[in-house]
């Protein structure tokens, strides 16, 4: 048995940004919530979820994989509106999930489960120097700005305490740097000086789905996959992406 209830909002958001980066996911379910981690295509880029059970109006589960077709997901998620509830619930006999939209009528999806890998990725645990917190909206602007002059970006941390996010195309290049008393840093934690160079459209699809409120935690070393989280009501989204190892 598998059935839940929470904010059509919030889910929206997780699948939307899962589906930025992956076609397909399992979602692992169990007494414990929800979680589901996959790579994109090109193994570049990893993404776990992680919903746990209070996060839920109502939960309850046996040990199940539901393998999704995130594109699909979608595109229902995307007639969700914001004050409706949802509601997740495996139909056994069908193999189907059935997704429930309730608020003035009740709106019901029935949608065919594949036999995705139940072998979730494994996060990897790496050692990370530097976290910077901050928020959502003053980091993507600073990805468009790099956007003008690059395919690429690096992010680099001081030995002064500054966290600068730096493109450099043929003959142009951008720069901005945050420190301590930024008004969108939350926390910069600095333990060395680092940088690594990522493909700037996967940290464009990462943080999509964000709000300009939202709170990132990045964690930066150098050289090394960045990690940056996020939460979405009481789930967590990690994203790890692996840099641009240059000559």
Do not use: W
């Not at 904010?7 to 992956?22: P, R």
């Not at 995705?116 to 790496?126: A, E, L, Q, R, T």
């Not at 930066?220 to 990690?227: G, Q, R, Y």
């Not at 979405?232 to 994203?239: E, K």
């Amino acid at each position: 048995m598998f059935k839940c209830t929470m904010d059509a909002k919030d889910f929206k958001k997780i699948i939307d940004a899962a589906s930025n980066l992956v076609d397909e996911i399992c979602f692992e379910v169990d007494e414990e919530g929800i979680k589901a981690s996959a790579m994109d295509p090109s193994h570049v880029a990893l993404v776990s979820i992680n919903i746990p059970k209070e996060s839920f109006d109502e939960y309850i589960a046996d040990p199940h994989d539901l393998g999704v077709d995130l594109e699909s997901l979608k595109k229902i998620m995307a007639r969700a509106k914001s004050n409706e509830k949802l509601t997740l619930e495996l139909d056994e006999g069908t193999n189907k999930l059935n997704i429930i939209f309730k608020n003035d009528a009740v709106r019901k999806f029935s949608m065919a489960l594949y036999d995705v890998s139940s072998s979730n990725i494994k996060v990897p645990d790496i050692s990370y120097p530097n976290t910077i917190i901050m928020k959502a909206g003053a980091f993507v602007d600073a990805l468009k700005d790099a956007e003008l002059v690059s395919d690429h970006v690096s992010l680099k941390v001081s030995d002064d305490g500054k966290f600068i996010i730096y493109a450099k195309g043929d003959i142009n290049q951008s720069e901005v740097v945050f420190d301590s008393s930024s008004e969108s840093i939350v926390d910069l934690r600095i333990g060395e000086s680092s940088k690594s160079t990522f493909n700037l459209s996967y940290l464009k699809d990462i943080t999509k789905a964000t709000s300009s409120d939202d709170i990132l935690h990045i964690y930066l070393a150098t050289d090394t996959p960045v990690k940056i989280e996020y939460g979405v009501g009481n789930g967590n989204l990690l994203f790890l992406l692996a840099p641009r190892i240059e000559s």
